[in-house]
């Protein structure tokens, strides 16, 4: 189920008051990084109440099948860490490194996916988890190489799905949250290395260093 339009304004309508009970709310250590973003977009109790959403839809869907995570690095890592520890299902788990950003806010246009050796998924139940659908560009690279290998069933679920046009179409199975055509950072999200470490995702003020 994916949060609406006008549920999304009234999150960016009550922001400052999320920025202000959750900069209180921090140790000194994160305060000063909290500080770098220009609002807050999604609160951790937000992003947790849809990641345990997510995960029992799976639960469901899934039920009976010993499922093969294939799960995108380093932005997914919060992310894919928080629905694993909520299925109740077997699992195998494999990591991809893959972005099209490379360090930036806007995408280079080019791919690169650090396949594992042995990387087989013929016949497999493949669960395909990132942080963020953008381009589209990844994801579709990801998913062509899974189809190509013929897998049993494919799903592709990530927590965010920007509202924009798609350089490549990716077929989505579930996403936690739509949101605007925005650079987010946090929850394992970065700019540059920084901002992984943290609980909230938010946008980056344009103002703050790198």
Same mark, same amino acid.
């Given at each position: ?7 999304? +304004?009234?999150?960016?309508?009550? %922001?400052?008051?999320?920025? =202000? ?5 921090? $140790? ?5 990084? &909290? ?8 609160? $951790?109790?937000?992003?947790? @109440? ?10 469901? @869907? ?13 932005? !997914?890592?919060f992310f894919v860490a928080d629905l694993l520890r909520k299925l109740e299902l077997p699992v195998?788990? =494999?990591?991809? %490194? ?11 246009? @080019?791919?690169?996916?650090?396949? #594992?050796?042995?990387?087989? *998924? ?13 381009t589209g560009l990844t994801l579709s690279a990801i998913c062509e190489r899974l189809i190509a ?13 920007? +509202?924009?046009? +798609?350089? +490549?179409?990716? $077929? ?6 739509? &949101?605007?055509? @925005?650079?987010?950072? !946090? =929850? !394992? *999200?970065? =700019?540059? !290395?920084?901002?992984?470490?943290? #609980?909230? &995702? ?7 260093? %790198?």
């Amino acid at each position: 189920m994916q949060v609406t339009r006008n549920a999304c +304004r009234a999150a960016c309508a009550t %922001s400052a008051l999320a920025f =202000y009970t959750l900069f209180c709310s921090m $140790p000194s250590s994160v305060t000063g990084v &909290i500080q770098d973003l220009e609002r807050i977009l999604l609160t $951790p109790a937000q992003i947790s @109440e849809r990641v345990d959403a997510m995960a029992a839809r799976l639960n469901v @869907e899934l039920a009976g099948k010993v499922v093969t995570v294939v799960a995108l690095m380093d932005g !997914g890592l919060f992310f894919v860490a928080d629905l694993l520890r909520k299925l109740e299902l077997p699992v195998r788990l =494999y990591t991809l %490194s893959a972005s099209s950003y490379q360090g930036g806010t806007a995408t280079t246009g @080019e791919v690169k996916v650090n396949w #594992p050796a042995n990387f087989d *998924m013929r016949d497999q139940d493949v669960l395909l988890l990132d942080d963020i659908l953008d381009t589209g560009l990844t994801l579709s690279a990801i998913c062509e190489r899974l189809i190509a290998q013929q897998p049993a069933s494919l799903r592709t679920c990530v927590l965010l799905s920007k +509202r924009r046009e +798609r350089l +490549r179409e990716v $077929p989505l199975d579930d996403a936690g949250f739509e &949101i605007d055509d @925005e650079f987010v950072v !946090g =929850y !394992g *999200m970065d =700019y540059q !290395g920084r901002f992984r470490n943290l #609980p909230c &995702i938010g946008i980056l003020n344009p103002n703050s260093p %790198s």
